[in-house]
């Protein structure tokens, strides 16, 4: 491994100040699962590395505003794992559930899983189905972005050099509401999406009045299926209904062909894991 400097910053200003000293050469690392491998394997290179483990502000996961203020060094596992993200924020839990092994889980952080901007990541999706936001700390200020224009492209987000992704908000879900991902991978665990499918619902006197569809490994970065949360809004949600908007979804995938499965492969699982996530929000919503 090469030489690199190493910082530990102890808050938000200090990190914000080294990023814009040190420039390009300069990286961040929290729980290092998707940094350390890359510098193994010489795909990155920094001259400084700045390790967030010592500024308290970045991480936990605490009710704001009647939402939810999730720190960006919070780890899947505590999300995984939290009780009130199981009982309010379903789709988040099972993100998280399925990023690596348990022991990468205790390490593996929100922040790193969003901001490598792999477009597999397994905790995207949902955040952008419960139209969350991102807290992102800079020279300039504070600023918020929709989580649904964070990601540019693959391993790109709307972070400039001297930024710092802090945390994420996600507002409350409405009286009604139910949200579930669902991945298809070759294997159970230590593997990446071939397609990942969130969806959050909102369902009032026995018809849907808000619909998310975000889905992963289908383009260079998580998109949503505008056309098929349109078709649910205002309709009972029979299963026929479900399966139109299933199609729908399709639509929205710009899949690729590559080792893990083919554009064709992956459109077919973008119509049967947006079905099954459906229904399984939809019963949650109605638990």
């Known amino acids: 491994m090469r030489r690199f400097e190493m910082l530990l910053p102890g808050s938000v200003d200090e990190c914000v100040q080294a990023l814009a000293a040190r420039g390009a050469g300069a990286r961040t690392v929290a729980g290092g699962t998707d940094l350390l491998p890359q510098m193994k394997n010489a795909m990155v290179k920094p001259a400084t590395v700045i390790d967030l483990s010592g500024i308290a502000a970045l991480k936990g996961v605490r009710p704001e505003g009647g939402g939810l203020r999730i720190g960006a060094c919070a780890t899947a ?4 794992l939290d009780p009130q993200v199981r009982a309010r924020y379903p789709a988040i839990a099972d993100g998280a559930a399925l990023v690596g092994s348990v022991q990468v889980r205790n390490l593996a952080t929100v922040g790193g899983n969003l901001c490598n901007a792999a477009p597999s990541a397994d905790m995207a999706p949902p955040l952008i189905a419960l139209d969350a936001e991102a807290v992102i700390a800079g020279p300039r200020g504070e600023r918020r972005v929709p989580l649904a224009t964070f990601f540019q492209g693959v391993r790109r987000t709307v972070l400039t050099g001297d930024e710092l992704l802090v945390a994420l908000v996600v507002p409350a879900p409405p009286a009604g509401s139910g949200g579930a991902y669902i991945r298809h991978t070759p294997r159970r665990e230590l593997d990446i ?26 383009a260079p970065t998580p998109v949503r299926a505008s056309a098929a949360e349109q ?12 399966e139109r908007a299933a199609g729908l979804a399709v639509e929205a995938a710009k899949p690729i062909s590559d080792q893990r499965g083919s554009a064709e ?6 119509r049967v894991l947006t079905r099954r996530t459906l229904t399984t929000a939809l019963a949650r919503a109605s638990a």
């Open 265 to 270: 492969f992956r459109r077919h699982l973008v």
């Open 77 to 80: 596992r505590e999300l995984e």
């Open 193 to 218: 999406a071939v397609v990942g499918v969130a969806a959050q619902l909102t369902v009032q006197n026995g018809r849907c009045v808000k619909a998310r569809i975000a889905l992963a490994s289908v």
């Open 231 to 242: 078709a649910l809004e205002g309709q009972a949600l029979t299963p026929e209904t479900i």
